[in-house]
C-alpha cells in the first residue's frame, strides 16, 4: 500500500468514514444474532451445515429499489431454496417496520432488525453520513465462509444474480 493511500485510509478511519471490517471472498463471515419481523432470534449459527445463506443489506424498508430487490427476491425464492440457499434481509429498521414491510408484499423470508447498526457495522456495509446500510449481498456457504459479495445489485431481477452464485457452489 502506498505511504499516500495508507495516509489516506487512516483519515478516513479517525474521521470514522472507514469500513469497520473490508471482507473479502473466502474469509469467515462475522457471527450475527438478531430479532426478525416475528420476534424470532435468528443467527448465523442457525444454519451451520444446513443451508447456504442468501444475506443482503438494503437502506429502508418500504422505498422503491428496497421493494423491487425484496419482491425479486421473494418471486425466486422457491428456485432459491430449491439450489439450497435461504434468504435472510438485513437493514437498520426496527423489527415494526420490518413487519409492516414484510406483510404489506408477503416476504416469506426473515428480514432482521440492526437499529444498533452491528451487523451492519460488522460487515462493512454501513453507508457514511447516513449510517444506514448499502445495498450489498454476501453468499455464505454452509461452513459460514464468504463466498461471494454482491455490489453492483440489480433490484428487480437480483433472485437471478443470486440463483447463477448459487449454482457454482459445491
Not at 428456485?79 to 435472510?88: D, H, S, T, Y
Not at 415494526?96 to 404489506?104: V, Y
Request: overall charge positive; aromatic content about 8%; some cysteine.
Amino acid at each position: 500500500m502506498s505511504i499516500r493511500r495508507s495516509f489516506f485510509a487512516a483519515l478516513l478511519s479517525v474521521a470514522g468514514l472507514a469500513h469497520a471490517t473490508d471482507l473479502s471472498e473466502g474469509t469467515k463471515a462475522p457471527y450475527f444474532e438478531a430479532q426478525d419481523q416475528h420476534g424470532k432470534t435468528v443467527r448465523l449459527s442457525d444454519f451451520n451445515g444446513k443451508a447456504n445463506i442468501v444475506l443482503y443489506f438494503y437502506p429502508k424498508d418500504d422505498t422503491p429499489g428496497c421493494t423491487a430487490q425484496a419482491c425479486s427476491l421473494r418471486d425466486g425464492l422457491g428456485a432459491i431454496q430449491a439450489a439450497g440457499a435461504i434468504v435472510l434481509g438485513v437493514s437498520a429498521d426496527d423489527a415494526s417496520s420490518h413487519q409492516a414491510f414484510s406483510m404489506k408484499y408477503s416476504l416469506p423470508f426473515s428480514l432482521l432488525a440492526d437499529p444498533k447498526r452491528a451487523i451492519i457495522e460488522a460487515y462493512g456495509v454501513k453507508m457514511p453520513v447516513l449510517g444506514i446500510a448499502k445495498r450489498v449481498t454476501f453468499i455464505i456457504d454452509k461452513q459460514g465462509l464468504v463466498r461471494r459479495i454482491l455490489r453492483d445489485v440489480d433490484t428487480k431481477h437480483h433472485d437471478q444474480q443470486v440463483l447463477e452464485i448459487l449454482k457454482t457452489l459445491a
